[in-house]
């Protein structure tokens, strides 16, 4: 994949809790983009199991952990509506050019969102494969009709997800540096099946 020069990806997630996939995306993301800006954020899609402020705070732990110089936390980008992520984003970087990375997941979602046609008109939607969740080309083309420009990343998340941790809490889905503030927390419940 070309990566525009002085492209920025934006990486916005519930991190409800960060999983070993986040790990994952947000290291590649460093290899192929000069700059990787992630947040928590509310997604309007979903119902969030602890507060924004808890999600942010493991997210910052996960970003410490990775610790590489492209990568860092905007917590001010957050918002439920991407199109206001997108706002702020120019108004910090009026000169860059964004991709805006989703997982495969996601990719049905893109054309639903709040003035799809303005995002997609504003930034490249750069999509990391999840394993156990294929796109297909009819996802794409309701991207492409609204002008949107796709990018799929070189590389595969693995199977690793935040609602799978929810269901069944396992300190082996999550970054070991996240343990000691959930269970200190007692978030999720973590505590209880130690």
Known sequence: MKVKINSIALFGTSADPPTLGHEALLSEL??????????????????????????????????????????????????????????????????????????????VQVPKWLKAKSILNKATIAIAMRDGWPINDQQLEEIKKLGGQIDLLPFHIPESSSSKFRERPQEGLVPQELVPFLLEENLYGLSKIR
């Open 30 to 107: 460093t290899k192929i983009f000069p700059k990787v800006i992630t947040w928590a954020s509310d997604n309007p899609d979903k119902k969030h199991q602890i507060p924004l402020l808890k999600r942010t705070q493991l997210l910052r732990i996960l970003v410490k952990k990775i610790s590489h110089p492209k990568l860092e936390l905007v917590q001010e980008l957050s918002s439920p509506r991407t199109i206001h992520t997108l706002k702020k984003a120019f108004q910090l970087w009026p000169e860059a050019n964004f991709s805006f990375v989703i997982g495969s997941d996601l990719t």
